[in-house]
């Protein structure tokens, strides 16, 4: 984690050739939730249960124990991978955050180095909702508050543009970003789930 001057730290919107800095940020960031979601999925005692199941069905049919072992972990992770994957595409990055009410703000350090991105979107319903999309930031920078000033950042934005309430997703496993909201004043309001676990968490707050 560097010790950074903040009076070097810069936010404002991604320009077009920043695109493929800020698709690779968001890889990185997509990519180490994934894996960490996908390990937390597999190892409930539900998911525990199921596989243990179709192992012990696939002994009548395998001579190997260890395949037939092995194989209904590595088709789980696989159609969880197929699941969660939703990377963004380089051609349409700086297009789609480029229109009506899409803003992509980038977190810059001694006005060079992106090391943070964050975007916000319209909600459908009557609430006059918005929701905080892209929130990353690069490895070399997390826990040295370029997170915070982001959301603080975004959060005024959409108070600018006239919304009510922020919303966001955030993934169970992802401790840091749940202890940022939390301690942001942001509360959970929802969720999504698999096998009867938790594993996306909605917060809110008004603004």
């Not at 077009?16 to 990185?28: C, S």
């Not at 209904?72 to 699941?83: A, M, N, Q, S």
């Not at 990353?136 to 982001?150: D, E, I, P, Q």
């Amino acid at each position: 984690m560097p010790s950074l001057d903040h009076t070097q730290l810069d936010i404002r919107e991604m320009k077009e050739d920043e695109a493929p800095v800020v698709l690779e940020l968001l890889k990185d960031g997509f990519k180490d939730t994934e894996n960490r979601l996908i390990l937390y999925v597999l190892t409930r005692p539900l998911a525990l249960l199921l596989m243990a199941v179709v192992s012990s069905g696939l002994r009548f049919f395998l001579n190997s124990f260890v395949v037939a072992l092995v194989l209904p972990v590595l088709l789980t992770v696989v159609v969880l991978k197929l699941l969660l994957w939703r990377s963004p595409d380089l051609g349409q990055l700086h297009a789609y955050y480029s229109a009506e009410r899409r803003r992509l703000w980038v977190a810059v350090y001694d006005e060079e180095d992106v090391c943070g991105c964050v975007a916000l979107e319209p909600r459908a319903g009557p609430h006059r909702a918005a929701e905080l999309k892209r929130l990353a930031v690069s490895r070399w920078y997390r826990r040295s508050g370029v997170g915070r000033r982001l959301l603080t950042f975004v959060e005024a934005q959409a108070r600018a543009q006239g919304f009510r309430q922020l919303v966001a997703q955030v993934s169970v496993v992802t401790k840091a970003a749940i202890a940022l909201f939390e301690s942001s004043g942001y509360t959970a309001s929802g969720g999504g789930s698999w096998l009867g676990y938790t594993i996306l968490q909605e917060f809110s707050k008004e603004l």
